[in-house]
Structures are given as C-alpha cells and as structure tokens.
RNA sequence: GGGCGGUUAGCUCAGCGGUAGAGCAUCGGCCUUACAAGCCGAGGGUCGCUGGUUCGAAACCAGCACCGCCCACCA
C-alpha cells in the first residue's frame, strides 16, 4: 500500500482568509527567503528587465495608480515563475514643479535664491492663519530642504502602499530622481550629448510660463479653448491710406513689428513694402506679404508683434525684424522708451506717455487700457481723426497654449536656453519607434503622430530651483559678460556637480562671478531629462558598465498613454542618442480608471478615489484582481462590483484550497478516465493562459483561469469525484483534485499573490521544496503530461451535460440537489450514452441516484440529456 | 481639422466569419458533509445606424451618428 498523501487539519485553519494578518505574515516571509531578489550574476538571457515608471510622489495617490502598478507587477510574477530572473525597481519621481508647487502650499512658503540661508530650518505645514499672509520667502538651499523632507514623507507613504498591494519590486533597487546617483546620471546623460553636439544653448523665443517664470517644452503645452475678441484696429499707412487689422491681443501693439497680409489678397496688394504706422505709439512697421495669412481671418491683415504666438516668431526670423519685447518674465510689461533704437516712434512723447499708463500693468490689464485708448480719437494714426477701434470688439473662442500645469496662456518670450536637438532626427526617432513592440500595437500610432507634428527641440532648461542643475560654467570676459559661446561642462569624474557651489576645472573659488572669472549655470533640467533615463538608472549605465551590459535595453516599459509623448518619447531619444539603441523591447499601455460617469480620475476634478479603505474591504488580492480584469490599453470605469468579486474569488480559492487538502487517501496514479479527462481540460488551460501571460495579455489570462477554477474546478469537477474521493479507491481523484488545485494556485498567483502562496504553504511548499509559490515553476506541459491521456476528452462534457440535466429535472421539481434520487430514466443519443459509460458511475454518485435506466433516443442531440422519468427521495424530516 | 479607440443584456465587460456570452443585478428553488462570503435553476439582447462582401456578419469593407482620447488650430 502506498504512503497517504499529506494533508491538513481544516479545523486547525481560521474559518476565513484574515487578509491582513495572512498578508503582513507574507511580507516577512517573502523578506526573510528574499522571493524578489534580483541575482546580479546571472546573464542577461535569463532577466526580465522591468523599466519601473517612477511615480509622482507629489501628486495624488488613488486606485488609477494600483491600477497600472498591478499590471506591471503581474507581468513581473509571471516571468519569475518562469523561472527568470526578474529585476524590477522602484523609483520615486520627486523633482520638479509638481514638488515644488506642492512644498509652497504646503508650508506656505516661496524660493527666494537671494534670502539667507537658515540653518536646519524646519517648518510645520502653514496653518489657515498663515496662508492669509503673504508667504515666507526662503533662500533656495532651504526650499530643496523642505522639498526633500516632504517628498521623503510622500516616498514612504506610496512606498507603504505598494507593498500593501504586494508588488513585488526589489527594494534594493530602490531610487529617487534628485539623489546623487540620478543627478549624476543626467548629468552624464548631458555631458554625453554635449560631446556628441546634441544640445545647444541659444538666445531665442521660447515658450514661456509667466505664473512659474520658467521656459517649457512642446511636450508640456495644451491648447485649452479660451475666450477672446477679434479687435479691428485701423493702422496709417505713410503716403497716405490706412489698412485695419483684425488682433486678439491689443495689448501688445506697442510690441509691433510689421503688418502683413496674404500674397494674394487683391485688398492689401497695394500695401506691400509700404510702411504702416501703429495707432497711439506713431511705430512705423514694414508691411510684408505671407502665405502664412489666411485672408478669410479676420480683416485677413494683421499685425505682426514680438510675439503674440508661433507664427510671430516665424515671420520675425524670416523677416529678420527687431525684436520689441514688452512682456516681462513676469507676465508683466516691462519699461520701454520710445523714440530709441529699438522702438522708433514719430511721436515719442505721446507714445512715452501713453506707455507710462501700461507699464508694469499685466496682460489683462494693460488689455484694457489699450483698448480705451484705441477708443479715443487722438490715438489716430490714419490722419483721419476717428478712433482707431473701428469696430467693437467680436468675442470668438479660440485655443491657445497653456503649460499643462499652468493657469495663464504661455507668453513667447526671448530668453536663453538649452536644447536637445531633435528636430533633424525625425526619421531615425519613427524607425526607432519602429523597432519596438507597443502593446496594443495601436498605441504605436500615437508615438509616431508626436514624432511626426514635432516643431521645435527639446527645451530641456528650467528656470527653477529643485531639479538637477546643469554641470556648467560660462566664463566671464573682461567686462563680466558670460562666454555662452564656450561653456565649461564638470568633469565626469567630479559628478554631480551644483555649479553654484562647486568650481569649474581651471578657476578658483574668488574667481566666481568676477570679470575674467566664471559664473555657474543657474538652471535646472527639465524632469524629464533625468526621468528619460530611468532604463539606465536601472542599469547604472556609465556608473557601472558591467551591469548596463547586462540589464540594457530593458523587456519592457509599463506606463500610461497619454505620457507617450513625453516619458516614451523622450526615453526612445535618449537611448537613441547615447547608444544608438531602443531603450527596451516592449512599451506595455495601462488604460485609465475613469469615474462612473468616465471622466479620467484627477485630483483637480475632485473625483479621485483612494485605495487605501478598498484595500481593507476587499483585500490586496481583490484590489489586484480588479486591476488585472481591464485588458491592456483599455480605459475603464471604476465599478466597486468587480472588486466584490475579487473578494469573492479569495475566499473560494481559500475554501476550496482547504478542501480538497483535507482529502485525506492514499497517494496514486492519475488512472480513472473522468479525472484523466479533468487533466486533459487543465492542460488546454495552462496553454491558453501561458499564451495569454506571453503576450502581456493578464487580463484574458485571469479571465480564462477564473472561469475553469469555478465553473470547471470547483462546481463541477470536485462535485463530481468528491464522493469518490473519500472511497478507498479515490487516490486517483484526490491527486488529480491536488494536481489541479496546484496548477489553479499558480496560475492565479500573479494576481492573487497572497492567498495563493497560504494556500500553497500549507503543502505544496514541503512537497515540491519551494517554500514560495512565487517562486515555484510556472506549470508546464511535462508536468501534466505525466498523466496519461484520456481515451475520449469529451467524457468530460457529457458528464457535466448529464449533471446538469439531473439539477436542472430537481431544480424544476422544487427538489434540492442534495436531494437523492430514489428511481431516474435518462434519455441520450446512443452515441452520447457510450460516452457517458466511462464516467456514469461519478455522475450517478454525485447526483446520489440510487436506482437508474438509460434510454437510447436518437431523436436527441449529442450530448443532451433528459430526465423522462424520476422518483425523488423524500424530503428528511427535521 | 487630422489620427486612434469605443458603441453587445439594467450595470461592468468578454467575444471579433459558423446557432448571441460571463459576472453583477433581477426572479424562482435549495442549510446539500468544503464553502450561504455558498449551491442549483430561470428570465432578459432586432450586438449604434445604413449599405456592401459572403452560403453565413456582432465580427470583414464603406459611409454615417454618438462617446472618449491624442494631436493641430492663438492673427
């Protein structure tokens, strides 16, 4: 006789699955045999390199991000089931303005780089008392210290909730944007493209915000519908005449430059190389003729300033006009004199004059008082004598640029900054692209529409104070001007560098900001230049050439869609830049979780959702199980219902898992048809869900498993053999209820990580010596193949068709299933009644019929059964 | 204006050339020796609209409508 299989006690087990205690219990578990150790040693073929996104740590935390981070984390259990080697970090994302933003509400407080630095201050969270005074201004060591303190908090804070939710990242390989080895990583990352005449700096337009008083790049503008007016604004022309031009932005004809109309335009042929003159400040302007106008706009003129919007800046640098900048950084105009070079005027006294009334005035502002004065007749420049409003004013809702995070529509404004140049490499970026898998392919497409509307380079300086500074100097000539033309960039081995602090190679400390001596950059890098690097700070990259080797590319990059144009885009660049290679294989596309009424979560909108009390109602497992239930790509709504059902999965996983190790029996071979057939459907599964796992579609795979776990597994499969399972005889069934329930375990496991691997503990840890599930083999072909193959799969069905007939004729009779059957005649087609022969015996069991017949109809489809005739048990009496 | 997705049962979603599916919700029946946090049943849909291809279309093609997203549109 053989040995009994090893069983459990199911009284000793708590009634339920306690997921808080089964899950703080795991986490030290997993700790302890360090399940999600990444092994540096092993080779790259056998590593599953995960291209972590860091999150935000500013923002805020809600189940959009469980959402995505599940998915990712599935992925990353699959494979290491798989038995690779899995290295997945976990970055924090904390430079930059949302931070920055976030620490001035927060404590209250605005970065004055010219206050005194306060040793060790430490501030309190501003009270409502406080935030009605104006806010304390603090010198910009003091401002990155409180960033970093409250980013530290925000970092354990999401920290926490990632391992609530089991992701199963290395924390070992754990890393912020700002600390020492990511600032010296961008600043390699720019030392690089330096060397290779990737990056300029240039004196230019550029787009401003005026709220952030920062340049900003095209990936980070929106057009947002904004009201506006079309203002008709009668110009002199010298020689004599007049034209009307049709503005949205009166307040900048003291920043004219020229008039122009389309070619074509029979109206202002005439006007061509003519000179016009602005009403109010008497500025002669050149009128040209551009394609670029559409003549049906407007009065189809226009006045051409520096600057209103791109196309401004188009015609200045083609037209090579003088630049007349009235728009300060601050979004305010700036003090201009005319009657000088660069603003000619034939009346400077009243141009000078009327100014004076606008100057320091902001947009909105000095808006209005143009417009008054266009009101009054004496700003005529036409010689007629009737105010240069010829109309009133036509309100019309146009779009315009906005920084995404900004409240007032961006100003063009001159300034110096460096860029990355991308423009010219257009087609290397698509055929980069190209070279990768984007699941849903679709997503593909979207990478390639930025790719290919792409205007200008990548502005990647920033006029703020927490970020990765520059690692440059410029040195200053005998007056003091700084050489912009010869910048000093820090030395590789010196990084990361601060150059407001430290010296550039060849100066000494006194010579800072002295004629003949230096200055340091003051700049920061756009948060993208370093999150555009997380592949390499995954890797180490220059810092650690050995392992780049080993870990770069990376497989895959999870994120969202709607930062394709930015976090993939500029990832692809700079892989493409530094190494002439894609950053990784696969971009994986999480959907968003949109509110009930499909409205994308955000804090600003009011309808976010936070995981932290869903977590405990449903369950991690459940919470993950709702995760891994939105296919790839897919926006979903939130919808509590699914998480019920999450929940529900665990405790029939765990109460199924108690059962069927409860069986108690000897240990024998698979060799009973139905079970044989019971294997025969689990192997078909594993294929399908591994297929499905492969190509990162968990969903489908989740789907596929809980529907054969429930419908297959436990309410018809262990209905059927259950009875016999507890006969002398039920070996077969026990170790096919034992094989199956260990196949369902691990192909739930990347979901469901936590009552899985309790489940698994109970037995299968001793048995197959993997005290994880986690890190058990994922089930394999030659595992079931063990089991001998049925002589007909298709017992399988007939038996679950027959079952189904005996509840249906019980069900309908008022009659529980429990019920027995003292007397049944079942009909079938002869051929359906042979393949009923082999498992009959389990059939008749499970429905506890006593006393049968079988009737061959022919008349009967296959697989079909009809009770003809049936005598139930009578009722026990209470 | 360009591009991309979507539109299937009351709800959330699968299916994507072969007789319409799941879960939830609804209704009926069951304490039945794993699980009532359960089980057995039932009802419920002209698969957005209009054409076309096909022996056969929810699925493929064309057009339209609506919803959503990405991009463009600042005179």
Redo the contacts with the bound molecule.
């Keep these: 006789m053989s040995a009994p299989v090893s069983i459990i006690d ?1 009284e000793t087990l708590p ?3 306690e997921a808080a205690e089964v899950e703080a219990r795991l986490h030290d578990r997993w700790d302890r045999l360090a399940v999600y150790a990444h092994d540096p040693a092993r080779p790259r073929s056998e590593t599953f390199v995960v291209d972590t996104p860091p999150p935000t740590v500013s923002g805020s935390l809600h189940v959009g991000h469980v959402f995505s981070y599940t998915h990712t984390d599935v992925v990353a259990r699959y494979r290491r089931m798989r038995g690779e080697n899995v290295f997945y970090p976990m970055g924090w994302d904390d430079n930059g303005l949302p931070t920055e933003r976030r620490v001035q509400n927060h404590f209250h407080v605005r970065c004055d780089p010219r206050a005194p630095f306060t040793p060790g201050l430490t501030l309190a969270p501003a009270t409502a008392a406080e935030l009605k005074q104006p806010p304390r201004l603090v010198s910009r060591p003091n401002f990155i210290d409180l960033c970093l303190e409250l980013t530290r908090q925000d970092e354990e804070a999401f920290k926490s909730l990632w391992r609530r939710i089991g992701l199963s990242v290395d924390w070992s390989l754990e890393y912020s944007t700002i600390d020492a080895r990511c600032r010296h990583l961008a600043q390699l990352s720019f030392r690089d493209l330096f060397e290779k005449g990737h990056v300029y700096s240039i004196e230019a337009p550029t ?1 401003w915000d005026v709220d952030f008083q920062t340049a900003v790049a ?2 980070e ?5 904004t009201r ?1 007016a ?2 008709d604004v009668a110009f002199g022309v010298e020689g004599g005449g007049e034209l009307t ?5 009166p307040e900048l004809l003291p920043a004219c430059v020229a008039v ?1 109309a ?1 070619p074509n335009d029979a109206r202002y042929r005439a006007l061509f190389g003519k000179t016009a003159l602005t009403p109010i400040f008497k500025v002669p302007v050149p009128i040209f003729p551009s394609e ?7 009065t ?1 003129i ?2 051409v300033c520096t600057f ?4 401004d800046v188009t015609w200045w640098r083609e037209q090579k006009l003088p630049l007349r900048q009235i728009i300060g950084r601050d979004g305010r105009l700036v003090a201009v004199t005319f009657g000088s070079d660069a603003f000619p005027s034939r009346d400077a006294e009243t141009a000078n004059a009327r100014y004076a009334a606008i100057v320091r005035k902001g947009v909105g502002g000095a808006r209005q008082a143009i417009v008054e004065m266009l009101r009054d007749a004496t700003s005529d420049a036409t010689g007629a004598g009737v105010p240069p409003l010829r109309a009133e004013p036509k309100p ?1 809702e ?4 906005f920084f995404e995070k900004g409240d007032r ?2 100003e ?1 404004i001159s300034t110096r900054q460096w860029f990355v140049r991308l423009l010219d490499k257009k087609d290397d970026l698509l055929a980069f692209g190209d070279r990768i898998r984007w699941h849903p392919d ?2 593909r ?2 990478y390639r ?2 790719t290919e ?1 792409l ?1 200008v380079d990548w502005c990647v300086s920033r006029q703020r104070y927490f970020g990765v500074p520059f690692p440059v100097w410029y040195p200053l000539d005998r007056d003091g001007h700084p050489e912009y033309a010869r910048p000093v960039v820090a030395d590789a081995a010196t990084m990361p560098v601060d150059p407001t602090v430290d010296v550039p190679p060849g100066y000494d400390d006194d010579q800072r900001d002295q004629p003949g001596g230096f200055t340091a950059e003051a700049d920061v890098y756009d948060t993208w230049f370093t999150s555009s690097l997380t592949p390499q700070i995954g890797s180490g990259w220059l810092l650690d050439p050995e392992r780049h080797a080993a870990r770069f590319p990376a497989d895959i990059r999870p994120q969202s ?2 930062i ?2 930015t976090w993939a885009f500029y990832t692809i660049a700079k892989a493409m830049l530094h190494e002439r290679t894609v950053p990784w294989h696969h971009v994986v596309i999480s959907g ?1 979780i ?1 509110d ?1 009424d ?3 979560m955000s804090k600003s909108k009011g309808n976010v959702v936070t995981p932290m009390h869903l977590l405990d109602e449903y369950t991690s497992d459940g919470v993950r199980y709702w995760a891994a ?3 790839l ?5 939130f ?1 509590e ?2 998480l ?2 999450g ?2 999965l ?3 996983l765990y ?2 898992g ?2 069927v190790l ?1 069986q108690a029996g000897p240990r024998a071979p698979i060799d009973v048809e139905l079970d044989r057939a019971f294997v025969a459907r689990l192997r078909e599964l594993v294929a399908r869900v591994t297929k499905a796992f492969d190509e990162f579609d968990y ?2 795979a989740l ?1 596929d498993t809980e ?1 054969f776990f ?2 297959d597994f ?3 499969y ?2 059927l053999v ?1 009875h016999r399972a ?1 006969d002398d005889a039920g070996g077969s069934a026990i170790a096919a209820l034992r094989l199956g329930l260990g196949v369902l375990l691990r192909l739930f496991a990347p979901v469901l990580p936590y009552v899985t691997d309790e489940v698994w503990s109970w037995v299968f840890a001793g048995e197959t010596g993997h005290p994880s599930i986690h890190r058990a083999p994922w089930p394999s072909a030659a595992e079931l193949d063990a089991v001998a193959v049925p002589a007909d799969a298709g017992c399988f069905d007939v038996a679950v068709a027959c ?3 005996i ?2 004729a ?3 009779a ?6 027995g059957v003292a007397r049944l005649a079942l009909a079938a087609h002869p051929e359906t009644l042979r393949a009923l022969a082999p498992v009959q015996a389990d059939v008749l069991r499970s429905a506890r019929v006593e006393r049968h017949e079988m009737v061959a109809a022919d008349a009967l ?1 296959a697989s079909t059964f009809e009770v003809r005739d049936a005598e139930w048990v009578a ?2 009496e209470a």
Excluded: C, Y
Excluded at 814 to 819: E, Q
């Design positions: 199911p009634r339920h699955f787009m095209q990936a503008v929106e057009d947002r519908p506006g079309f203002h031009i049709a503005t949205t932005r122009t389309h670029l106008v559409d003549p049906e706009k407007g189809g226009l006045m209103g919007d791109a196309t019309i146009h779009s315009v640029k529509p961006l063009f679709f997503m497409l979207r529409n930025w509307n205007n869609h709607e394709i144009r968003w949109l009930p499909r409205k994308k239930s939105a296919r790509g897919t926006d979903t709504a919808d219902k699914v019920k059902v929940k529900r665990v405790t029939k109460n199924a108690k059962f409860s969903a489908h789907q529907s429930w419908h436990t309410d018809t262990l209905e259950k507890r079952l189904a007939a509840n249906k019980k069900s309908e008022g009659v529980s299933p429990g019920r489809a009722a026990v």
